[in-house]
C-alpha cells in the first residue's frame, strides 16, 4: 500500500520509543515501578541501572534489535554530517561460559562509553595525543529504536568536562532556568517544583527528483546550487504555498511514509504541507520539552533524507538550494513551563495559578531586556552558513535582534512600566465574512508579523529566522541563558528590597528600544532600528565571533553554561565550518566551470568564454587568500567575500552563458529539471 491506514499508525505510534507505557511494561518486569524513567535518580543507581538495562536488553530483543549505541551530537554538522549524529554501534551480546553467545546489556553499558574526541570538531579542546571523548546518558530524552539498533541520547565530553556537543550546553543551560526561574518566581510568592522550556519546530525542506540530483556536483556536495538560470516560472504566482500535494508525484508517498517511521519513534509530527518555493514542503511536530524535541527533530531531518531516496527523490535540507526562490528555516516557536503545565507566556494559565498579574509582565520584561542585551547572541546562534543568503530578502528576517509583541501587548507593558495595574485581557474581535449562512470568525485583535526575528505569538515567542539545516541545540542555549541571567538580576534586586513590578517596570524602561512592531523589511525601518542601537550584525562570521566576547564569556560563565575555553572552541568550530562550507562550494564551482560549462560555451562559440576562463584562476586566488589568513576571524570574512561578492558575480556570467546555450550542449541539469517535480515525473507508482 501507497499510505498507511491512520488506525495503523495510531496503533504503532511510539512502540519504538522507550518511555511511558511502552517502558513501563518491561521495567515492572525487571522488577522497578512504572515511572521510574521520570526520575532521574536511576542513573546513580547501579543497581536500579542494571535493572534498567536488563527492560531495555527485553525490549530491543522482542522489537527484533541486535546492537546499541550511545547517540551523540558532534558540533559544526549542520548541512555536512549525515544525521547530525555520532555513534558507535555494538551488538549487545557476550560468550557464555562454553563460548556460545548470549544477550546482555548491563546498567554500566547503558550508563556511559568512551570515544576518540579528537577526530570531531572541538575547537583545540582535543588532540590525538590528548583523544578521550566521555559518553553520559541523558534521561531527559528518550531510548529509541529503529531497524536493529537502540540508541542511547548522550551528552559527549573531554578528559576535562569540556562540552565537545550540542546537548551539553543545553542542558546546563536548562538547569540555569530552571535555577534562576523557580528562585524569581519564589520571591514574588509563586512556588513551583521546577521550569522548563518547551519548543515546537517547523522543519522546511524542498524534495527534488533524484535522478538530476546525481548529475549536480554542487548539489551532492554542498546541499545548494551554486549556479543555475531561473526557469522561466518560480513562485511569483503564489501557486505552490499550500496547493494540494499531487498523488501524480512521489512526494506526498515520501511524507507519507516519513510521517509513519517517525510516529513509530513516538514523535508527533502532525502537519505537512506545501511551502512557498516549487518544490519546498515543510512538517511540523506538537510542541514538547527542549531536548526531546531538539533530538527529535535530529532525528526527523535523518529520515527524511533516507526516506526520499526511496521514492526516487533528494531531500534538500540546506537554508538556499535555489537562486532567486525562497530558502528553507526552521521557526523555533519557544516558550517557559512550570513542570506542572502551567506556560509563564500565557497570561490567563499564570494568573491563575499564581494568584498574582505580576509575574507574566515581570517575566516578559525580563526576556525582553535578554533580547535586547544578547541580540548579538541570538544573532550567533542563527549563524549557519546557509542562512547569509536568506536573512533580510523577504523570506526570512533582517539581521537585526527586535521582538515584536503586537500592539496590545505593547500598550499593557507600556501601562505597566507607567505604574497602572490594569489586567492584560487580549482582545479578539469578530470578523464577518458577508456571507448568511456562514457565522462571524473571532480572530486575535493582532495580527501575524512575520517579517520579525523574534515575534510574540501569544503563549510563545517564535524564533523565525532559524536555518532549515541547523540542530537548534545553541539557539535554545542562547534563549535559556539569556532569560535565566535576566531572572537573576531581577531576583537580586527583589532580594534586595525592590518591588518586583519596579525592577520590571525599570528593565523595560532601560530596553524599550528592543520593541518593534513594524515591517522588519522596510529598509528605513531597519535604519530607524541601526541608529536606535538595536543589535544587528550583518555578517554571519562577525555574528559567530561574539561568542568569544568578554560580554557573552561573562553570561555563560555566571550562568555555568560554558567555560571561556568552550565558548572560544565553539566558535572556532563554527568559523571552520562556514570557511569549510564556502570552500566545498567554490572547489565545486571550478569542476563544474571546467568540466560542463567552458565546454559547452566553447561547442557553441558564446560570449563569455573568456570571462568564464577567468573566473576559475579568481576562484583559485580568492581561495588561496582564505588559505593564507590566519587570523580566524579575518580567514572567515575573507571566505564570506568569496562566497557573497565573487562567486555570485561569476553565477551571473554562468547564467547568462546558460541562457545563450542549446539545451542539447548545456550538460547539467536546470531548474526546470530540478524544481517542478509536479511537472517532470509521470504518475507515481
Request: aromatic share 8%; charged share 20%.
Amino acid at each position: 500500500a501507497r499510505f498507511m491506514s491512520v488506525k495503523a499508525n495510531i496503533e504503532g505510534y511510539g512502540a519504538h520509543a522507550f518511555t511511558g507505557s511502552v517502558a513501563d511494561e518491561y521495567l515492572t518486569a525487571a522488577g522497578l515501578p512504572s515511572g521510574t524513567l521520570n526520575d532521574h535518580k536511576w542513573t546513580t543507581d547501579p543497581a536500579a541501572a542494571d535493572k534498567v538495562a536488563d527492560a531495555v536488553l527485553s525490549w530491543a530483543v522482542d522489537n527484533g534489535a541486535t546492537s546499541f549505541c550511545h547517540w551523540f551530537q558532534p558540533v559544526a554538522s549542520s548541512g555536512v554530517r549525515h544525521g547530525l549524529s555520532g555513534q558507535v554501534q555494538n551488538a549487545f551480546f557476550k560468550f557464555d561460559k562454553d563460548g556460545k553467545p548470549v544477550w546482555d546489556l548491563k546498567g554500566k553499558d547503558l550508563l556511559s562509553g568512551e570515544t576518540d574526541g579528537s577526530s570531531y570538531p572541538n575547537g583545540g579542546l582535543r588532540a590525538t595525543h590528548t583523544a578521550g571523548g566521555y559518553l553520559k546518558v541523558d534521561p531527559t530524552s528518550p531510548i529509541w529504536l529503529r531497524e536493529d539498533t537502540i540508541f542511547i541520547p548522550a551528552c559527549f565530553v573531554s578528559y576535562y568536562g569540556h562540552a565537545l556537543d550540542e546537548k551539553t550546553p543545553l542542558l546546563r543551560s536548562t538547569d540555569a532556568l530552571n535555577r534562576e526561574g523557580t528562585r524569581l518566581l519564589k520571591l514574588m510568592g509563586y512556588e513551583v517544583e521546577g521550569l522548563q522550556s518547551n519548543i515546537g519546530l517547523e522543519q522546511e525542506i524542498f524534495l527534488i527528483p533524484r535522478d538530476v540530483y546525481l548529475q549536480r556536483m554542487d548539489l551532492q556536495m554542498t546541499g545548494r546550487t551554486v549556479i543555475g538560470k531561473d526557469a522561466p516560472r518560480g513562485q511569483e504566482m503564489c501557486d505552490h504555498y499550500m496547493a494540494p500535494p499531487s498523488i501524480a508525484s512521489p512526494a506526498l508517498a515520501c511524507m507519507a511514509e516519513i510521517q509513519r517511521q517517525c510516529f513509530q519513534l513516538g514523535i508527533p509530527l502532525r502537519t505537512r504541507h506545501r511551502e512557498v518555493a516549487p518544490n519546498q514542503y515543510e512538517f511540523a511536530p506538537l510542541y514538547g520539552t527542549v531536548t526531546t524535541q531538539i533530538d527529535q527533530n535530529v532525528i526527523v531531518m535523518q529520515i527524511i533524507e533516507e526516506v526520499a531516496t526511496q521514492f526516487g527523490l533528494a531531500a534538500l535540507l540546506q537554508e538556499k538550494p535555489f537562486n532567486n526562490v525562497n530558502g528553507s528555516g526552521k521557526h523555533n516557536n519557544w516558550s517557559i513551563g512550570t513542570t506542572c503545565g502551567t506556560n509563564l507566556l500565557n497570561v490567563k494559565q499564570v494568573a491563575e495559578a499564581s494568584g498574582s498579574t505580576d509575574i507574566f509582565p515581570t517575566v516578559m520584561a525580563a526576556i525582553v531586556s535578554g533580547v535586547d542585551e544578547h541580540g548579538d547572541l541570538m544573532r550567533a546562534a542563527i549563524a549557519s552558513p546557509g542562512n547569509d543568503f536568506r536573512l533580510g530578502a523577504c523570506e526570512a528576517p533582517p539581521a537585526i535582534v527586535s521582538t515584536y509583541l503586537g500592539d496590545d501587548m505593547t500598550n499593557y507593558l507600556d501601562s505597566y512600566r507607567q505604574g497602572k495595574t490594569e489586567p492584560y485581557n487580549p482582545a479578539t474581535k469578530e470578523l464577518s465574512l458577508g456571507v448568511e449562512c456562514i457565522a462571524p470568525l473571532n480572530v486575535p485583535a493582532e495580527d501575524r508579523n512575520r517579517t520579525s526575528p523574534f515575534p510574540y505569538g501569544g503563549h510563545r515567542f517564535e524564533f523565525r529566522a532559524v536555518g532549515s539545516s541547523q540542530n537548534v541545540s545553541l539557539v535554545n542555549t542562547v534563549l535559556n541563558t539569556l532569560s535565566a541571567s535576566a531572572f537573576k538580576k531581577f531576583a537580586d534586586k527583589i532580594e534586595a528590597g525592590a518591588a518586583p513590578s519596579e525592577v520590571a517596570a525599570e528593565a523595560l524602561n532601560t530596553h524599550w528600544k528592543v520593541i518593534f512592531n513594524g515591517d522588519n523589511y522596510d529598509e528605513a525601518n531597519q535604519q530607524m532600528l541601526t541608529d536606535r542601537g538595536v543589535w544587528r550584525i550583518d555578517s554571519g562570521v562577525d555574528a559567530i565571533c561574539t561568542l568569544s566576547s568578554p560580554k557573552n564569556i561573562e553570561l555563560f560563565g555566571d550562568m555555568k553554561v560554558m567555560t571561556e575555553p568552550e565558548c572560544k572552541a565553539r566558535q572556532t568550530c563554527l568559523v571552520d565550518h562556514y570557511v569549510g562550507t564556502v570552500e566545498m562550494e567554490a572547489l565545486c564551482l571550478i569542476d563544474m566551470l571546467n568540466q560542463h560549462v567552458i565546454p559547452a560555451v566553447k561547442a557553441c562559440g558564446g560570449d563569455h568564454l573568456a570571462e568564464l576562463e577567468k573566473a576559475v584562476g579568481t576562484i583559485k586566488h580568492g581561495l588561496a587568500a582564505v588559505h593564507g589568513e590566519e587570523d580566524e576571524q579575518t580567514r572567515g570574512n575573507l571566505a564570506r567575500t568569496l562566497r557573497l561578492e565573487t562567486m555570485v558575480e561569476i553565477r551571473d556570467i554562468v547564467d547568462a552563458a546558460e541562457g545563450e546555450t542549446p539545451a542539447s550542449l548545456w550538460t547539467l541539469p536546470t531548474y526546470k529539471d530540478l524544481l517542478f517535480l509536479d511537472h517532470n515525473h509521470s504518475e507515481y507508482e
